[in-house]
Structure formats: structure tokens, C-alpha cells
Nanobody
């Protein structure tokens, strides 16, 4: 099983980025996919999740700015980030949870992260 996050980079405040999580070795029919982030000196936090049925969830700080989506044909999950803020700066990870529902616990597989920096 592999989860490969990509799409990170440097963006100015108010700008946008789209992260991708390419998944191999498992099917999205049976795994909820979760985006986490970890900023320097802070604990890892759950950012967004998409269930096997397509329901999406967001932590309060990103609601209205981030959108999670998936392409089943490509086995890829996306995180569209808009109106970005300096506090969004972190390493972003995608992870798979072998249950239909979303939760930020009980993660079965982790991917490597991608750095997102929001700065002018």
C-alpha cells in the first residue's frame, strides 16, 4: 500500500494550492481517506476526511476554504485549498482508514508528507 502526497509549495496569503494523494494497493471503496497536517512545534491535526460514501468533513479552521474530493478512476484524493493563511503552513499528509466512516483516529496507512508554506 502506498499513499503519495504531492502538490505542496510556497503560496502567498490569500492564494490557492491543490494537493493530490495518489493511492495504490487499496481501493477507495473500502477506505476513508484523511488529510492531516503538522506545523513546526505543534501536534499533528486532522484537516479533512472523505468517507467511502463520499461524505466530506473538515476541521473548523479550514471550513469554507478547503475542499476534499476524489477521482475513483485515478484512485486519487485531492485537497483544494483556497484563501490560504500563514497558519496553514505545515507538512500535509494523507492517510487511509479501513472503515467506511470518517474519523481522525484508527489510521491504517500513512503516506509521506508534502510541505505547504504560506508566506509573503
Amino acid at each position: 500500500v502506498q499513499l503519495q502526497a504531492s502538490g505542496g509549495g510556497l503560496v502567498q496569503p490569500g492564494g490557492s494550492l491543490r494537493l493530490s494523494c495518489a493511492v495504490s494497493g487499496l481501493t477507495l471503496n473500502y477506505y476513508a481517506i484523511v488529510w492531516f497536517r503538522q506545523a513546526p512545534g505543534k501536534e499533528r491535526e486532522g484537516v479533512s476526511c472523505i468517507s467511502t460514501g463520499g461524505a466530506s468533513y473538515y476541521t473548523d479552521s479550514v471550513k469554507g476554504r478547503f475542499t476534499i474530493s476524489r477521482d475513483r478512476a485515478k484512485n486519487t484524493i485531492y485537497l483544494q485549498m483556497t484563501n490560504m493563511k500563514p497558519e496553514d503552513t505545515a507538512v500535509y499528509y494523507c492517510a487511509a482508514r479501513g472503515r467506511w466512516a470518517c474519523n481522525y483516529n484508527d489510521i491504517d496507512f500513512w503516506g509521506k508528507g508534502t510541505q505547504v508554506t504560506v508566506s509573503s
